[in-house]
């Protein structure tokens, strides 16, 4: 068979969409960022997902079994798979495929509550950053060393890590649709330089309860909840 290139989610509060590039899987909509890959494996595995007694629609009552309307859809290039509810007294979901009704594992229909943030690269700092420069301080990679003007390599080494862990919880579509909720935002800038010499810019919004970051030119912000 033809291999996968384009992936559709649908689900009542979820619209994905992703593509297959030289670079990887990408999600498409409703933001661009590179996709988690063995989140899309997870996708995928629905081709292969062990299936139980196989049905036809005349057989089951599709309405109860929560098919029609369905709960939640998967495209994958122009194969449909319709996820149901989850079946009475076990842990197996109905999934219909053209007239093919099972009960399958329910390995993937429990990603999509998730939405976005289930299936992208959470990182804050990408691989291969060689630079991160705040309003307070520098770091700079060389030789496998970050280092920073007036700190101790230790300190500056602990400042990465610190950089390194950060991840995004959850991901806004940008610009925002409640431009008010960053009204009063203090604002800061940090410039990541990466190997490729590229310059990244992100705006960190501090609001009350999370910090929003948009890296510049692209179209979602990050969601961080401080530690």
Avoid: C
């Avoid at 300190?155 to 390194?164: F, G, I, K, N, T």
């Avoid at 990466?194 to 969601?223: D, K, N, R, W």
């Amino acid at each position: 068979g033809k291999s996968v290139n384009r992936i559709e989610v649908n689900s009542p509060n979820t619209r994905l969409r992703f593509e297959k590039t030289d670079e990887g899987w990408y999600l498409q909509e409703p933001f661009r960022r590179k996709a988690d890959s063995s989140r899309v494996q997870i996708l995928l595995a629905t081709l292969t997902i062990p299936k139980g007694a196989v049905y036809s629609p005349t057989e089951i009552d599709l309405a109860e079994a929560g098919l029609s309307p369905e709960k939640a859809s998967l495209r994958l290039n122009s194969e449909i798979f319709r996820f149901g509810i989850k079946e009475m007294n076990g842990d197996r979901r109905y999934l219909q495929t053209g007239d093919r009704i099972t009960l399958a594992a329910d390995i993937v229909y429990p990603l999509f509550s998730r939405g976005a943030a289930g299936f992208v690269d959470t990182t804050l700092i990408p691989a291969g950053t060689t630079g991160i420069e705040t309003p307070a301080y520098r770091l700079d990679k060389s030789d496998d060393q970050w280092t920073s003007p007036g700190m101790s390599n230790q300190d500056a080494e602990a400042r990465v890590a610190e950089w390194l862990a950060v991840r995004a919880q959850d991901f806004l579509t940008w610009p925002l649709t409640n431009a008010a909720m960053t009204e009063n935002a203090r604002r800061t800038e940090v410039r990541l330089e990466t190997s490729s010499s590229a310059t990244i810019v992100f705006t960190f919004l501090q609001l009350p309860e999370l910090v929003l970051v948009h890296p510049q030119e692209s179209s979602y912000a990050m969601v961080i909840t401080p530690e």
